[in-house]
Structures are given as structure tokens and as C-alpha cells.
């Protein structure tokens, strides 16, 4: 059951949202680079080859619990060679804090075997090159070639796939539909930040239980029929509520 669009949480729509136009779509999107000109990944790397470990390692995982992991594990294996030499069980002791991390392991030591093996030790800044890596999918290659390599990519992850839908900006039934229409429908001098920008809009405003719409930059374009337009009202102390029933 939704509360008062003037009050706080509210059930999410039972479909997405309309499809904002092209021009709110660029309207939005200004609204947000205003807000946060310079966005960047949250992850902690120094080049395209940490780069590529932290997003493999944070599937699933928050970016905090990858960053308090991979200093360690960067200290000792810093190329795709040394990370090669630890192997799945050297990998694994660094790495045990995160969700999946005994698949995950296997996944970073053999992907560094075969970025030596096949790459001379380089990352590739090419999709297909990238996608035939252990644990690396579509939306790992995005965000790797967006962030390493300056690619014009859209990476979905669930803040963007609920964005997408939530606020009209790309309505679709699944991340590549969403990745599709924000791809056709963002300008493309904006494509690249704009996979920055949705991501932490959804990670500290547009939150997926409850959307702080009364202080989203981009409201007035957003089609979400059911905004919060305020913060939800503090719940009294559990002694008060108690003295009053």
C-alpha cells in the first residue's frame, strides 16, 4: 500500500513508468551532471587491469566490501602475472569478505592467466576479447571499456535497470532492453558519464525500497507516478508510542 505522494516510502508501480520524451531525457540528465559534474567509480583501482579485477570481484558485492579487500590483494598482485602466480587459493585468502568469493577466485586467477597468456599481460579494449574472460560478462566489458578506455558503453546494472523503468529514461523488461533504448535515446556526448551519473542517482537517491524524491535534482522530468515529495515523518520513541496506546 502506497502512503500519501506527500509523505514518504510508497509501493513501487506495478509496471514502469511512461517513457520520458528524448528532450526530458536530455533535461534529466543535465539536472544530474549538474549535480555531480565529475562522476566516477566508486571502486578502488589504479589501471585497466585492477580495474577489470574490482569489477569482476564486486558482482553481487557491494564496491565498500571489494575496497577494503583489494588493497591487500593489489599489494601483492599487481599484474596479471603475479595475480596468475597466487592462483585461485592465493586469491582466495584476500578476498574471503566478499559474497562468492571461492567462484570469484577462480575467476580472477584464470582470467590473469589469460591476459598473459593470450594478451601479453594487457588488458583489451575490445568487447569480445573481454567477454571470453572468466567472470566477465556484458556489463563488466561496459564498465571497463567506459571507465579504462574511454568507450562511449552503457553498463546496467540493477541501479540503472531500475532507473530505467522507474523513471521513464528507458522503460524495458530486461538490462539489454534498458542498455538498447538509453544508448539510442542519450546524446551521445553525455553516453559516457551518463553510466556514472544513473548509477549513483539510483545508489544515494533514487534508493530501490524508497526513493527520496523530494530532494532528486531531476524530478520534474521524472514520469515515477508516485513520488515522495517529503521525507517520511520520524516515528516517535518506542517509550512514547508504548505510553500513548
Known sequence: MAKSPNHGTVAKPAKPARAMSVADVRA???????AN?????ELSYTDPFTLLVAVVLSAQTTDAAVNKATP??????????KMAALGADGVARY???????????????????LLVERHGGA???DRAALEALPGVGRKTASVVLNVAFGAATM????HIFRLGNRTGIAPGKTPRAVEDKLV????????????HWLILHGRYCCKARAPECWRCVGAAWCRYPHKALAPPAARPPKRARETST
Open 28 to 34: 534529466f540528465l543535465t539536472a544530474l551532471a549538474t
Open 37 to 41: 559534474p565529475d562522476p566516477r567509480s
Open 72 to 81: 591487500a590483494l593489489f599489494a601483492v598482485a599487481p599484474t596479471p602475472a
Open 95 to 113: 578476498i574471503r569478505g566478499i559474497g562468492l568469493w571461492q567462484a570469484k577466485a577462480r575467476n580472477v586467477a584464470e582470467l590473469a592467466r
Open 123 to 125: 588488458v583489451p579494449n
Open 155 to 158: 553498463a546496467v546494472d540493477t
Open 184 to 195: 539510442a535515446r542519450i546524446p551521445p556526448e553525455m553516453l559516457r558519464p551518463a553510466h
